[in-house]
């Protein structure tokens, strides 16, 4: 048994099953990323797209519209109640993957504090894409294979699927990665070949930047200081502080850099959750001197709250 992808943008007109036919998700080439966004139902194809991407580290880019709508509501509620609208409002809305939860967020503060600058940022925004005859490479910037794409066959590099349903697509991931994949990066390490750079942000969330100069995309790393002009009043973390994504130490790192980026008595929100509209297990945490105090509780709240209160600010 084997299992095709999706690998051409005319295969995404409805006509061809997202589904293989043992009922898996088919994986659609992060390659159409860009072909796609000006389709009526690009935001579904995008999350279809990010559904099976995983950056270099197998984290995957899953999200939603909508996905935060009543907690979104309640701390736009809670921010009313604690700043001043006249007032500047900086908002760093980190690991938003394609921007659309940032937009979401973005559109509900906007009228209420219209001095609002709101910093989007997701870790690795962009991949390059090399072609060479049928086949097509998908790299990370740091040279990292993501993708192998020989029609009609497309591999996630980071995750295979099971040898036991396919076992022809685990040989031929084999084939492909020892004899055109890792030729082909040879080629690119050497400067020899053409490359085409994709960025992972949603059309609605390009044009939110090109209309408001209020609202700014970019590439965080939340493992590294954040990069504001200013410190924040509020810094939104949905959906990555995850056991899964970062050790104990890193949380430490990722805690601490969320406190140097906001100002005296501002605003940590995190949670997680599933599909659009589903309950949000999270937080508002106050800065403090020391570290963080929760305000708020969504749901069961964070997973890892731990390791926001027990973090403590450096003496000075
Ligand atoms: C499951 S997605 C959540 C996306 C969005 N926040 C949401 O809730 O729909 C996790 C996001 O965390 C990002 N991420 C993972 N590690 C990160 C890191 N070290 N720095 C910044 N973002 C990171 C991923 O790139 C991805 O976009």
Redesign the pocket.
Do not use: W
């Given at each position: 048994m084997f299992k095709t992808g999706i690998h051409h943008i005319s295969q995404l007109d409805g006509s061809v099953s997202l589904k293989s036919l043992l009922g898996k998700d088919r994986v659609v080439s992060v390659t159409l990323y860009d072909q796609i966004l000006d389709f009526p139902n690009a935001d579904f194809l995008a999350e279809r797209i990010l559904d099976c991407f995983s950056?270099e580290?197998g984290?995957?880019?899953?999200?939603?519209a909508n996905?935060?709508e009543a907690f979104d509501a309640h701390l736009l509620q809670m921010m009313e109640g604690q700043f001043d609208p006249a007032s500047p409002m900086v908002v760093a809305d980190?690991?938003?993957?394609?921007g659309?939860?940032a937009c979401d967020l973005f559109e509900r503060l906007a009228p209420r504090f219209p001095r609002i600058a709101h910093y989007a940022?997701?870790?690795?925004?962009h991949v390059l894409v090399l072609k060479e005859g049928r086949f097509t490479l998908t790299l990370s910037r740091k040279n990292r294979i993501l993708e192998m794409m020989w029609p009609p066959f497309v591999f996630s590099a980071m995750k295979p699927e099971t040898p036991h349903f396919y076992p022809l697509n685990f040989v031929l991931r084999k084939f492909m990665r020892r004899f055109l994949a890792e030729p082909l990066l040879r080629k690119h390490l050497a400067g020899q070949a053409q490359t085409r750079e994709i960025q992972l942000f949603s059309m609605r969330a390009l044009n939110l930047v090109r209309k408001d100069a209020r609202f700014h995309l970019g590439e965080?790393?939340?493992?590294e200081p954040l990069m504001l002009p200013e410190p924040a009043h509020l810094v939104r973390?949905?959906?990555?502080l995850?056991p899964t994504?970062?050790t104990p130490a890193?949380l430490a790192r990722?805690v601490g850099n969320f406190h140097r980026a906001l100002r005296p008595g501002g605003w940590l929100v995190a949670g997680?959750?599933e599909d659009a509209g589903s309950v949000v297990h999270g937080a508002v945490y106050r800065k403090t001197e020391a570290g963080f105090e929760r305000i708020w509780q969504s749901g069961q709240g964070l997973e890892l709250e731990t390791h926001v209160l027990s973090w403590q600010a450096p003496a000075k």
């Open positions: 950056d580290r984290v995957y880019k899953r999200t939603y996905r935060f980190v690991s938003v993957s394609d659309r939860t940022s997701d870790f690795s925004p965080q790393n939340i493992l973390s949905m959906n990555v995850n994504y970062f890193d990722v997680s959750n």
